[in-house]
């Protein structure tokens, strides 16, 4: 097993299959603090480092739903329950959830803050070309046509993901991470309702402008705002209408 930063957190690389892509197992336990997991106590059973099976079913179900529609995403493979019993400082007694998962990048956006990673990430950015229909000179607007296609797709099928940030997106720009979306197919119930707190869809279209900005600085390209905006128009997200 491997974890590449404290940004993943609970996931780690166990493989790779036939196809070369990454096989990632979340919910095993912290990958720092010499804790495998820490119950805060204001989430109820929410405990860093672990995974609750409601939300790895809701992770699978709508990843696997995204993924049909067109959406750059990771592919999931299954669901597990281990035997083992972890006891929980509310006195719960839990057994571990891992989801299982490949994925073309392990590494999120965010890992950009590890200068060791820096020329693997590279390999990754000389691979965008290749959704480069639009002929554009910058790589950072070639992110924003994936990312915003993801986007548009999301938005059109009234999927939220609700954690849209440089934490859930690879720099094979994939979307990662929906257990805490919600679509048609699996709203919200009252308990979701409770344990998190929702997102409005424009919310979305903002969190994307920042993971844009952050790539384009983390390139050193000159990011024109209004090209950026009008990207942002052509795509259905007006900003000017959040004003």
């Known amino acids: 097993m491997w ?41 109820g059973d929410d405990t860093f480092g672990l995974l609750l099976l409601q939300d790895a079913i809701r992770d699978f179900n709508v990843g696997l739903e995204v993924e049909q529609l067109g959406v750059k995403t990771n592919h999931m493979e299954y669901v597990i329950q281990l035997e083992h019993e972890i006891a929980l400082s ?34 990754e950015i000389n691979k965008w070309e290749k959704y480069n229909v639009s002929g554009v000179d910058k790589s950072h607007l070639v992110a924003a046509n994936v990312l915003l296609h993801n986007l548009k797709v999301l938005h059109t099928h009234n999927i939220l993901h609700n954690a849209i940030n440089a934490q859930n997106y690879t720099w094979a720009l994939e979307l990662l991470d929906f257990e ?62 959040l004003k």
């Open 90 to 123: 509310n006195g719960h007694i839990l057994k571990p959830i891992l989801l299982q998962y490949s994925v073309e990048c392990p590494f999120r956006i965010c890992d950009a803050s590890f200068p060791e990673y820096s020329s693997i990430i590279k390999d």
């Open 3 to 43: 974890c590449i930063s404290p940004h993943h957190g609970r996931s780690y690389i166990i493989g790779r299959n036939k196809e070369g892509k990454y096989i990632v197992s979340k919910g095993n336990g912290l990958s720092y603090s010499q804790h495998n997991f820490l119950n805060t106590g204001e989430l």
């Open 180 to 241: 805490i979306a919600c679509s048609p197919t699996y709203p919200y119930e009252k308990e979701d309702d409770d344990r998190h707190v929702k997102d409005y869809f424009s919310r979305e279209i903002v969190y994307t402008y920042e993971i844009i900005n952050y790539i384009a600085h983390y390139l050193n390209e000159p990011i024109s705002y209004q090209e950026i905006d009008d990207l942002f128009k052509s795509y259905g997200f007006d900003l000017s209408s």
